[in-house]
């Protein structure tokens, strides 16, 4: 079945660091991939997305390329600030539901 | 627009209460769903409406029942409610095309002693 597997957590890192949360899934068909971000007391926002392969899905200086031939969707950005300080979900939407699995998320903490 | 809202923000119950937990969007959308956020475990969905009408079972249903009242509103309800549904319960919508961006609720915290 579908499954997404992402890095554990928690990441600490300092501001202005460079981030990466990887995030790989298993699923058939095509999905759309999504990441989503949780700040500490609030639900879920969605952070970016992408629906095929190679796109790469970008937003808050954030991004992530679709991957097929590595099945991966990374989350990558350049200087983090404290203000990104958050859990972090990779999920994947499956082709011929349109439900949500996500992986277990990682927490990130960025000091200043 | 509000969004997802759901009621309550937090609730404490006995072993063997029941409750009913609210969701209601105002965004028009056609699906709605039940998630329940355990650490180290992501999401997982309960129930979700892919339309008015119609309910089906997720992940991890048992023990949950739930009523799509009408197009806006979603609820969850727990019968008798055990240790281990103390969890964070998240709705949320979206139109209900495949693959199209879910939105979330705040959650409501719920402790069962």
């Known amino acids: 079945g579908n499954s997404v597997t992402q890095m554990e957590g928690p990441v600490t890192l300092s501001e202005e660091a460079f981030l990466t949360i990887n995030c790989t899934y298993t699923?058939?068909?095509?999905?759309?991939l999504f990441w989503y971000v949780q700040y500490p007391g609030e639900g879920l926002q969605l952070l970016l997305k992408?629906?095929?392969?190679?796109d790469k899905g970008s937003n808050k200086g954030f991004e992530a390329t679709y991957r097929k031939e590595t099945t991966s969707f990374h989350l990558e950005k350049g200087s983090v600030q404290v203000s990104d300080s958050a859990v972090y979900f990779c999920?994947?939407?499956?082709?011929?539901?349109?439900?949500?699995?996500f992986g277990q998320g990682t927490t990130l903490q960025v000091k200043p | 627009n509000a969004g997802v809202t759901q009621t309550p923000k937090f609730q404490v119950l006995k072993t063997g209460q029941s409750m009913t937990l609210q969701c209601a969007q105002d965004?028009?959308?056609?699906?709605m769903y039940w998630y329940r956020q355990d650490p180290g475990m992501g999401l997982r969905l309960i129930y979700y409406?892919?339309?008015?009408?119609?309910?089906d079972k997720g992940e991890v249903p048992n023990g949950y029942n739930v009523s799509r009242l009408n197009k806006r509103e979603f609820s969850l309800r727990l019968e008798s409610a055990a240790p281990s549904q103390t969890s964070v319960y998240f709705c949320?919508?979206?139109?209900?095309?495949?693959?199209?961006?879910?939105?979330f609720g705040p959650g409501t915290r719920l402790l069962v002693l």
């Open positions: 992408a629906t095929k392969a190679d």
């Open positions: 699923a058939t068909g095509y999905p759309s």
């Open positions: 999920a994947l939407s499956d082709y011929n539901t349109g439900k949500l699995i």
């Open positions: 409406s892919a339309s008015e009408g119609t309910t």
């Open positions: 965004m028009n959308h056609n699906s």
């Open positions: 949320a919508s979206n139109k209900g095309q495949n693959q199209e961006t879910q939105y």
